[in-house]
């Protein structure tokens, strides 16, 4: 039972522009939300994250947005990078499994110069 | 400031056999949490350790079982292997925050491939 979705595989932007991955989650007891980024060969990265008290959060080029109605969060990178081309992971967690991160199957991002 | 650590990165394991893989977490964390990430999939956590006991875990079976040492280091222990245990494992350590909760980001380790043949 999948609860955190990410539902395009892979996803192409050219450099400078925005590039927009989506999450979604089935579980509405899911308070806290993150989003990882993935090199080949190495572990996932923190890269920005979301309580469920707020819609939006940015920082730097980074920023994402929470929809509870729609259980959907997105991360927007503007302006794209090629430094940024990985694999993103939107990931999840309830107050009471503070420590159990649910993952979705990640979207693998290339910018291209 | 050395992050998290894992040893060792690769590993190849004939089905039946047992296997351990280590962690070392980032200085200044005290929780460890151990997850495995199959092929084409998002991680999935396996269990946590905080002050030398599991705390949490997810829907594995026994043959996964772990330890945490006092200076905080972990080991993740898998029995009896499958060939459905190859995949990467990761894991991530973070600090206990209030009311039991944890940091707001865990670190991760780049992982061990673990093949079963």
């Known amino acids: 039972d999948q609860q955190v979705k990410q539902n395009s595989p892979s996803l192409s932007v050219q450099e400078g522009r925005i590039s927009i991955l989506n999450c979604d989650y089935t579980?509405?007891?899911?308070?806290?939300f993150l989003w990882y980024k993935k090199y080949p060969a190495e572990g996932p990265t923190f890269l920005i994250s979301?309580?469920?008290?707020?819609d939006k959060n940015e920082d730097g080029r980074f920023t994402v947005f929470l929809n509870k109605s729609a259980k959907h969060l997105s991360l927007h990178i503007v302006p794209s990078q090629p430094g940024d081309s990985a694999v993103y992971f939107c990931?999840?967690?309830?107050?009471?499994?503070?420590?159990?991160?649910?993952f979705g199957t990640g979207t693998r991002l290339t910018v291209i110069p | 400031d050395a992050g998290v650590t894992q040893s060792p990165t690769h590993l190849i394991k004939t089905r039946g056999q047992q296997v351990t893989l280590r962690c070392s977490p980032k200085s200044g964390h005290d929780t460890v949490s151990w997850y495995q990430q199959a092929l084409g999939q998002g991680p999935q956590f396996i269990f946590q350790y905080y002050e030398e006991e599991e705390r949490q875990r997810g829907n594995f079976p026994d043959r996964f079982s772990g330890h945490q040492f006092p200076n905080y280091s972990s080991e993740l222990n898998v029995n009896a292997l499958l060939l459905g245990d190859s995949a990467l494992y990761l894991c991530?350590?973070?600090?206990?925050?209030?009311?039991?909760?944890?940091?707001?980001?865990?670190?991760f380790g780049q992982g061990t491939r673990l093949t079963v043949v």
């Open positions: 990931a999840a967690r309830t107050r009471t499994g503070a420590n159990n991160l649910f």
């Open positions: 579980n509405s007891m899911f308070d806290y």
């Open positions: 979301i309580s469920s008290i707020k």
């Open positions: 991530a350590s973070s600090l206990v925050g209030q009311e039991g909760g944890w940091s707001t980001e865990a670190f």
